[in-house]
Every structure is written in structure tokens, then in C-alpha cells.
Nanobody
């Protein structure tokens, strides 16, 4: 089993940057592909980014491509989401998730979820 704890959210202005972190428990972090999802009020949870176990394969939602970067440090059992040029429409609760197997853009494929961290971008 994997426990995930996100951190790094906050209130920023449009154009600012934030780096989210997701720390995983357990010794099997490197066997999981990881993903970031977000959910704004009254909207469905949506895919943001995903990274393979080795970190060599990454996919991004079109809405964040070129602005967000997902990365991982398997030695630290941590996955990151660097968010640059933030926009008000990026405001949401951001969740990290782990999937035992191939990386995926579908939330239903993920086995474990963190509790989320709030990101608010003011205009």
C-alpha cells in the first residue's frame, strides 16, 4: 500500500510559479507510475500530468503543456509538479496519485490518492 501526501499549494498571482510535491510512503515507490490531477469547484476531476516509473515518459494535458513539468526523485520517494505562468483557471485542488502499472491519463486507473493541496491563482 502507498500513502501519498501533497504539499506546496497556496495563493499566488497570475504569472507566478509554484512547485507541488507529493511524498510517498513505503519502499515500492519506484514501481508506481505517478500522476497529478486537479478538481475545481463544481467541476469533474481532470488529468494534469503523468510520469512513468523511471521518469523517462511524461504526458501532459493540453491546457498545461509548456507551463507545467512533472518530475520524480525515486531516491526521495517524491513526485513534483512545477507550475509556471499560472493562470486563474489553474485554480483547483491538486491531487497526486499512484498506479501500479503503466502510466495513465485516466483517474479510474489509479490505485492510491493523496488528500489534495489547494492552488488558488488570483488575476
Amino acid at each position: 500500500q502507498v500513502q501519498l501526501v501533497e504539499s506546496g499549494g497556496g495563493l499566488v498571482q497570475a504569472g507566478d510559479s509554484l512547485r507541488l510535491s507529493c511524498a510517498a510512503s513505503g519502499r515500492t515507490f519506484s514501481t508506481y507510475a505517478m500522476g497529478w490531477f486537479r478538481q475545481a469547484p463544481e467541476k469533474e476531476r481532470e488529468f494534469v500530468a503523468t510520469i512513468s516509473q523511471s521518469g523517462t515518459i511524461k504526458y501532459y494535458a493540453d491546457s498545461v503543456k509548456g507551463r507545467f513539468t512533472i518530475s520524480r526523485d525515486n531516491a526521495k520517494d517524491t513526485v513534483y509538479l512545477q507550475m509556471n505562468s499560472l493562470k486563474p483557471e489553474d485554480s483547483a485542488v491538486y491531487y497526486c496519485a499512484a498506479v501500479l502499472g503503466a502510466l495513465s491519463t485516466m483517474s479510474s486507473q489509479y490505485n492510491y490518492w493523496g488528500q489534495g493541496t489547494q492552488v488558488t491563482v488570483s488575476s
